[in-house]
């Protein structure tokens, strides 16, 4: 399912940050950087409606504030920096089997679907996580930092995934990124936090 609807914060305030207003059209990635601390996840929290915050978040004409929180999620996924694993195989965490073609990008055979959380690398777990969550066909996309622990070659090819099913699928994404290389290839906006406020940079 695709995504024609933008990604709209109105006045929103959580943490130290205060009266943040953007938006992000469908297909397009707002990268999100700033000093450690600032509040980058907290902001995605609030936005993923896991954090009580003021103002309000719409997705096209649904307000954030009129939807049950899992609703609400169902359609606006957050993968944190540190995914979440449940169960104690990886091919549970899916509802739908991924294609092979897909893990493959990613770097995994079918066989990984067998696999036990335990053994996952940090890697290995936010590429799963990535792969996860996109399977899910959500609205709407919230990534923090999601090529932090890949090598170069591994990141180039995860980004370049990313990036292609974003816009193929229309999904709005706020992107928390600090390499400013990666932001002049991703971002169509490039919001930085500066104290209470976000200032926009360009993103090349
Ligand atoms: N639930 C909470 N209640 C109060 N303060 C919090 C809460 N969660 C985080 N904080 C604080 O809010 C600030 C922003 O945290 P956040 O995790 O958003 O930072 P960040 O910009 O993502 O940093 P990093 O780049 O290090 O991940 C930090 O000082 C943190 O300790």
Redesign the pocket.
Known sequence: MGSTEPLRLAGVGI??LSEIDLEIAPGEIGCLS??????????LRAVADL?PHDGEVWLGEQAQSQMPGHVWRRQVMLLP?ESHWWEDRVGEHFAKRPAESELAVLGFTPDTLEWQVSRLSTGEKQRLGLLRAVSLEPRVLLLDEPTANLDDATSARVEAWLVDRIRSRGWPTLW?AHDRAQIARVASHHWR?AGARLEELEPA
């Open positions: 943490g130290a700033g000093a450690s601390g600032s509040g980058k996840s907290r902001l954090e920096a928390v936090i």
